[in-house]
C-alpha cells in the first residue's frame, strides 16, 4: 500500500524547480537531511528514483518528470478543494512562462496575474535564449514556452521537442517583418528588401553556446550581414533599433503601449514564414493558470 502524502509531493516538487535540495529545503520549511530522507522515502516507496544526483545539483529523470506532472496536476487540485472548501485564499499560486521575446507574451501574463492575484504568489516570466526555453519545459521549470519555427529550423527544434517529450501547438503564422524606429529612412516604404537592409546595423538576440542559425530568433538566412550586433533583453535591443537606426527580424506583432511608439514594422520580402506556437509537456495536464494564460494570448495576436 502506498502511503505518500501531499507533503511529499510538495517537497518533490520544490526540488525540481530550484534543482538544488539546500535551496529547495529553505522554501519548504526542513532542514536539508530531513527533505533527502523524505524524497528516498518516496522514491523507495514508488519504486523509481525521480532525481539523478550530480555534483552540481540534482537532475529530475525521465520517470521523475512523468511522476512530476501527475504530483503537480495533485497539488493544483489540492490548492483548489482548500480554496473552496477550507476558506484558504492565502495559498500560493505558481506559474511559470519562458519564451522568446515577444510582446504577446507578456501582455497575455499580466492578465493571468490580474484575474488570479491573492495576497501570495510566485509567477515567473523568462525571456530566454531558445535552448533555455526546451530545458525549462522539459525540466518542468516552466509549464510554457513559447517559440517559433520556420523553414529552417522546423526540422532541428521539432527533433529536439520530441526527444524531450514535448509538443508543438501553432498560435499563428506570420510573414516576417521586420522591427525598425520610425525615424529610419526605411520606414517611408511600404515593404523592406535585403538590399535595403545593407546598411544598418543588424540586431539579434544572443543564444550562448547554442548560437546558430537554428535557435535564433530572427530567421534570416545565412547571409553575410556586415554589421551585426546581439543584445541579451528587449530594451537594449529597442534602444539600439532607436539609437542606431538598426533593424532585427520578427513576426511584426508588435505592441505600442509596451514597447514605445517609437518602433514600427515594416514587412520584409523574404520567402518564409514564422510559426509561432506554445510547447508543453506531453505528460502533463496544463493548470488553471496555464489554460488561463493560452486564452489571454489570444487576445494579443493576430
Given amino acids: 500500500m502506498i502511503y505518500m502524502t501531499i507533503q511529499q509531493l510538495k517537497y518533490v516538487v520544490a526540488v525540481a524547480e530550484y534543482g538544488n535540495v539546500t535551496a529547495a529545503s529553505q522554501k519548504v520549511y526542513i532542514s536539508q537531511p530531513s527533505l533527502t530522507v ?9 519504486g523509481i528514483s525521480i532525481f539523478s544526483r550530480t555534483n552540481k545539483g540534482v ?13 503537480r496536476q495533485v497539488l493544483e487540485q489540492t490548492s483548489l478543494l482548500e480554496e473552496k472548501y477550507l476558506g484558504n485564499k492565502t495559498k500560493q499560486k505558481r506559474f511559470s512562462v519562458t519564451c522568446q521575446h515577444y510582446s504577446f507574451a507578456v501582455n497575455a501574463f499580466v492578465d493571468v496575474i490580474k484575474k488570479y492575484g491573492g495576497s501570495e504568489y510566485d509567477y515567473t516570466l523568462r525571456e530566454s535564449q531558445t535552448s533555455q526555453i526546451i530545458d525549462d519545459v522539459a525540466k518542468l521549470n516552466s509549464e510554457i514556452g513559447i ?14 521537442l520530441k526527444k524531450n517529450d514535448l509538443v508543438f501547438k ?6 516576417p517583418h521586420v522591427f525598425i524606429s520610425k525615424n529610419n529612412p526605411l520606414a517611408k516604404k511600404k515593404t523592406v528588401c535585403l538590399e535595403d537592409l545593407e546598411a544598418y546595423p543588424y ?3 544572443e543564444q550562448g553556446e547554442y548560437n546558430s542559425f537554428y535557435f535564433g530568433e530572427e530567421p534570416l538566412p545565412a547571409i553575410d550581414h ?4 546581439k543584445v541579451t533583453d528587449r530594451a537594449t535591443l529597442f534602444n539600439l533599433l532607436i539609437g542606431l537606426n538598426g533593424y532585427t527580424v520578427c513576426s511584426g506583432v508588435i505592441d505600442s503601449k509596451l514597447n514605445g511608439s517609437s518602433i514600427i514594422s515594416r514587412p520584409l520580402e523574404l520567402d518564409d514564414y514564422m510559426k509561432v506556437g506554445v510547447v508543453t509537456h506531453k505528460n502533463v495536464v496544463l493548470s488553471q493558470y496555464a489554460l488561463s494564460y493560452l486564452e489571454a494570448i489570444k487576445t494579443y495576436i493576430p
Wanted: glycine letters at 4%.
Fill in 38 to 46: 523524505a524524497i528516498h522515502e518516496l522514491e523507495k516507496e514508488i
Fill in 59 to 71: 537532475v529530475v529523470t525521465n520517470e521523475g518528470r512523468e511522476f512530476l506532472g501527475y504530483a
Fill in 147 to 160: 517559440l517559433y519555427l520556420n523553414k529552417k529550423n522546423t526540422e532541428i527544434i521539432l527533433k529536439l
Fill in 170 to 175: 501553432e498560435l499563428f503564422t506570420a510573414e
Fill in 203 to 205: 540586431l539579434t538576440y
Fill in 226 to 229: 556586415k554589421l551585426n550586433i
